[in-house]
């Protein structure tokens, strides 16, 4: 089982940027794709960004095109999302998530097979 603590959420004002850290356990880290989700109150969770496990790919929806970046440190078993631009409509809870097989579509939450407790990041008008 793998263990994911996330940190770095908080309030920012729009414009504005955070950098969410994920840290994993275990000694296999550098084996698993790495994937951030979203959820707002009364929504569904929704795809952030996604990392294989070199860190030599990533995939971000239009969403967070030119504006989140994810990536990863695999020495320090950690992902990171740096977030720039936000908008009050990037409010939500952040989840951070780990796929320890392939997976055949990143963008479902469903497919991924452990996930970190969330951070909360607001962001004001």
């Known amino acids: 089982q793998v263990q994911l603590v996330v940190s770095g959420g908080g309030l920012v004002q729009a414009g504005g940027s955070l950098r969410l850290s994920c840290a994993a356990s275990?000694?296999?880290?550098?084996?698993?794709?790495m994937g951030w989700f979203r959820q707002a109150p009364g929504k569904e969770r929704e795809f952030v960004a996604a990392?294989?496990?070199?860190?030599?790919?990533?995939y971000t929806p239009e969403l967070a095109k030119g504006r989140f970046t994810i990536s990863r440190d695999n020495a320090k078993n950690t992902v990171y999302l740096q977030m720039n631009s936000l908008k009050p409509e990037d409010t939500a809870v952040y989840y951070c998530?780990?796929?320890?097989?392939?997976?055949?579509?990143?963008?479902?939450?469903?497919?991924?097979?452990?996930w970190g407790r969330g951070t909360q990041v607001t962001v004001s008008s």
């Open positions: 998530t780990v796929a320890t097989s392939p997976i055949p579509r990143v963008v479902v939450a469903s497919s991924w097979d452990y």
């Open positions: 275990g000694r296999t880290f550098s084996s698993y794709a």
């Open positions: 990392i294989n496990r070199s860190g030599g790919i990533t």
